[in-house]
């Protein structure tokens, strides 16, 4: 009787769909004809229809080692039933520390302390509210404005996106904004990193002039930019504004919150194209998103300005660090270390180029970016009704047993890295068919 009822509870289409306000979706659209998840495993969901749907979205760019991965599963369950919490405040529990050793020991350069926080958005406050608190405590104080980059997409919280600028903007006031680098006129079809674009990073001094140095905080950009449609970073661009920012004592701080953990066939982008920034961002793939949990990883001269007050002064006011998420993430990095994965999705990475590009002569299809194991395709939006063409083949892939994501008119792909050939095959023969009986 328990049983079923549990089973009820999880497993089936609930009758009353109309309490919960769901997140980044549409509402009213989804709740006519609900698209219900209830399990998952390896490289798939199961549907409350019993459908079994091949995941090209780890999730939402999170789960990178496969789903109800079992190493993470006994990992969680036995830290539940060990300590399921312990207060921050003035305390501490072993898996925190030895989760940022390891973290810090595969950082590049000397990212070497790690701030724990409960999900992407809330990397991207702390890593903005530590880069305004470093300039306060290393007599910069003028140094308050923050300078994104259009298209940026760091969260729900003060991060903000275009959604959140055009409700909230008031909100943010003191930001500036670089352009992004998005280019159908000179990198369409572009396999890997864009030729064009690297001087767009020149812009900062744009801004430096405008604003002057001394009242410039940080930069924030993701390398990779993921959700505005997988933008690569043009040759060049990264390393010109690590220059800009050391020539001017900005701070440049890299979102790797998709970035991070394998995506791009490394452990992070700053590896992948070899710029150290300053403050690093983590999340998702950080704990296989079995547990939400965030990161910021901080070099050590920014560690160490906030060291210097008295020693029973409390540093940081902030922050996180749930002992059950700990768990999720060693037992994540384990898998990823274990099996391989960055080195994997480096090794598909030409594979999965390759299929991708595959989509190149079908009609409406005007870009197609990929590089490690993410990629997009982007569609001609229909005149008058943009977004609605990558919806439907959003739809579509789903009916036949693909997940996808899309935004705007391009579709997002970024499986798990235990993804194998015949199933990148499958990801790209099914857009394929759905693109073909569009035309
Ligand atoms: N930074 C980046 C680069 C992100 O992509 C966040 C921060 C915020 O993370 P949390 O854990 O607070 O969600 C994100 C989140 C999409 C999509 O459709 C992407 C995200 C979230 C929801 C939808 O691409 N990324």
Known sequence: ?????????????PNDLEPLWMPFTANRQFKSAPRMLVAAEGMHYTTADSRQILDATSGL??????????EITEAVSAQVGRLEYGPGFQMGHPASFEFAARLAALAPGDLDHVFLTNSGSESADTAL????AYHNISDNASRTRLIGREKGYHGVGFGGIANNRKYFGSAFPGVDHLPHTHSLE???????????????????????ALHDASTIAAVIVEPMAGSAGVILPPKGYLKRLREICDTHGILLIFDEVITGFGRLGDSFAAERFGVLPDIMTLAKGLTNAAVPMGAVLVRKHIYDAFMNGPDNAIELFHGSGHPVACAAGHAALDIYLNEGLFERAAELESYWIDAAFSLKDHAHVIDIRAMGLVGAVELEPIEGKPTARA?????????????????????????????????????FDTIGGVLKEAA
């Open 1 to 13: 009787m328990l049983e079923s009822l549990e089973s009820a509870r999880y497993e089936t289409i």
């Open 61 to 70: 760019w999170c789960v990178n080692c496969g789903h109800a991965r079992k």
């Open 391 to 427: 919806f439907d083949a959003f739809l579509k892939c789903y009916e036949r047993g693909v997940l996808i994501r899309t935004t705007g008119d391009i579709i997002a792909l970024s499986p798990p890295l235990i993804v194998e050939k015949n199933q990148i095959d499958q990801i």
């Open 186 to 208: 000179h990198n369409a079809f572009n396999k890997g990193q864009p030729e064009w674009g690297g001087h767009l990073a020149d812009d900062l001094e744009r801004l430096v």
């Open 129 to 132: 509210k530590i880069a305004l």
